[in-house]
């Protein structure tokens, strides 16, 4: 019997199993349905690898856990999924020259052997929120942002595009990206005359920011980017209600809506069905394309995925992957949801 295909599962989440993710049950399916299809000769077998990376944890985590896939004999890493420790994780893949897909939100965390699968994108959302906030009429904007190098990251990009478009930033205020009580940082922007309210970071203190907004009694246009995705927990999502977001499903995608049909998923998992059937089907692709099976085979492999439908964005997004592009999403892949007494709606 032939030797299994070894991906590693690089999970930043958690410093142990079980992982609160469900990425290696994807990659488990993709992996069948290949097999299943004949585009597989061999059996997937999936290595995981825990090391609880920032902000509440550490780098040296990631790094740790990158090792030991590394030691594994994977072909392929998927993960990590924070953009802080896909930064960490990048130049581990380009040193051990292992191919990598990371599914964060910034598009730093690319490279010759690191490709990247946007879960929101610091970059690109920034000129979404920036833009909508426009439309809606808004003309002096207050923002309070994680000081990290995700919240800095998609302030310099919305403070950019609000300069082009003729949206005034009024105030703008960091914060830990952990904190519990926003009310300081909340009022500060609300008193200089604000007519629109951003949040922009990891989410962790999206839920003290939006508290803190309820509690001034302000009700006027408030967005937040991809942070947002965290009010599918209930307690968050209360918090949050009201609030427009970054999301990456829409409900009008042909892709989407066959997945969750044929394998009976529930609208709530959605957006997690999106990403991690995405996620996936890049990875396991990327196996099935590679011209020979080594790491560098399937970095070739990967860099020949074209054109395959994502469950992901609108419906028409495309995965595809390029001698020099990186970045999987092509198209409208990002979408303005609003959390509406526990849904989230999309915003047309």
Same mark, same amino acid.
């Given at each position: ?11 930043? %989440? ?20 290949? *097999?299943?299809?004949?585009? %597989? ?12 990376? %920032? ?36 130049? @581990?893949?380009? *040193? ?11 598009e730093r965390a690319r490279g010759d052997w690191m ?28 923002i309070a942002y994680d000081r990290s190098p995700i ?127 995405? %996620? ?6 990327? @196996? ?47 979408? @303005? ?12």
């Open positions: 019997m032939a030797a299994p295909l070894r991906v590693g599962f690089l999970d930043d %989440l958690t410093d142990a199993p079980p992982s609160p993710t469900d990425i290696e049950y994807w990659l488990r399916l993709a992996a069948d349905e290949y *097999r299943a299809a004949g585009r %597989l000769d061999r059996d997937v077998e999936i290595v995981g690898s825990h090391g609880l990376g %920032l902000p509440s944890g550490t780098a040296a985590a990631v790094e740790r856990a990158f090792a030991r896939l590394v030691d594994a004999d994977v072909l392929l890493v998927v993960g990590p999924a924070i953009g802080d420790n896909a930064l960490v994780a990048t130049p @581990l893949a380009e *040193r051990h020259r292992i191919p990598t897909i990371n599914w964060a939100g910034t490709f990247h699968l946007q879960v929101g994108s610091h970059e690109d959302e920034s000129v979404v929120l920036a833009r909508h906030l426009a439309d809606l009429g808004a003309r002096r904007v207050g919240g800095r990251r998609y302030l310099h990009y919305l403070t950019a595009e609000a300069e082009i478009i003729g949206l005034a930033v009024a105030a703008t205020v960091g914060l830990s990206p952990l904190t519990e009580d926003a009310a300081a940082q909340v009022g500060e922007v609300l008193d200089a005359k604000v007519d629109g309210l951003v949040y922009l970071g990891l989410g962790r203190s999206a839920s003290a920011v939006a508290r803190a907004a309820a509690g001034a009694g302000w009700d006027g246009p408030r967005v937040m980017n991809s942070a947002g995705m965290f009010g599918r927990q209930p307690e968050v999502g209360r918090a949050l209600d009201g609030w427009v977001y970054i999301d990456m499903y829409s409900d009008g995608n042909a892709t989407l809506t066959a997945l969750l049909e044929r394998l009976a998923v529930p609208p709530a998992r959605a957006a997690a069905a999106a990403k991690g059937y995405d %996620l996936a089907r890049l990875a396991v692709d990327g @196996l099935a394309r590679a011209p020979e099976l080594t790491r560098a085979g399937v970095r070739e492999g990967l860099e020949q995925i074209k054109w395959l439908p994502a469950a992901e964005g609108q419906d028409g997004t495309q995965l595809s992957f390029g001698h020099h592009d990186r970045g999987a999403l092509h198209g409208r892949y990002l979408v @303005l949801r609003r959390w509406s007494a526990g849904d989230s709606v999309e915003v047309r």
